[in-house]
């Protein structure tokens, strides 16, 4: 079920990381990036793990080791038994509506990796974060490599996906300071 939906120019809304904070709260937390930095459209999921990591968080799936369609189904045992006790929050690029573009779908439950694509994957996380990068599934094929397309046309998506990295990465640290914060009033 859909707890909330983010969309970048709204990234503060009270409301929003609110819901999110609701289900952080109490919780040993980790971070699941799906994706693969080779589709550009796909590359959120790990990007924004490095970016946590980086910020001494409990992550799986990075730009480093990444965790995807072609090393799914041997990497979730490890992620399963090596972190069974952790709430995992999955991380995912995704295809929706054209109106969803540019938002962060919250959702109560973990993702199912390249859904978007028709492909079945076991469903990965307790918790999930999907970017949306896109209304088609034929355009995150399309920037899978840079042959496919023109300087100016991979600039703007380049750009598109790092907003895209940038602004669910701050609305993350932002719930995750304000819980941090209450814990302190609360002692």
Do not use: W
């Not at 295809?95 to 076991?122: H, Q, R, T, W, Y």
């Not at 970017?131 to 703007?156: G, P, Q, R």
Request: with cysteine.
């Amino acid at each position: 079920m859909i707890v909330a939906q983010v969309f970048f120019e709204d990234i503060n809304n009270e409301k929003n990381k609110e819901a999110f904070k609701n289900y952080l709260r109490g919780k040993d937390l980790m971070f699941v990036g799906v994706g693969t930095t080779k589709a550009y459209l796909d590359s959120c999921g790990p990007k924004i793990c490095s970016k946590l990591k980086r910020d001494n968080l409990t992550v799986f799936g990075t730009e480093e080791d990444q965790f995807h369609g072609t090393n799914i189904e041997r990497k979730i045992n490890v992620l399963n038994d090596v972190y069974k006790n952790k709430f995992k929050i999955a991380i995912d690029s995704c295809v929706s509506e054209a109106k969803e573009v540019n938002s962060i779908i919250l959702d109560n439950e973990g993702l199912k990796p390249g859904a978007g694509m028709n492909k079945i994957f076991p469903r990965v996380g307790d918790f999930s974060l999907k970017i949306v990068m896109s209304d088609s599934a034929d355009e995150i094929i399309k920037y899978t490599t840079t042959s496919n397309c023109e300087v100016n046309e991979l600039k703007k998506v380049l750009d598109r996906v790092d907003r895209a990295v940038q602004k669910t990465y701050t609305f993350i640290m932002m719930c995750l300071r304000e819980l941090e914060n209450e814990m302190k009033l609360k002692k």
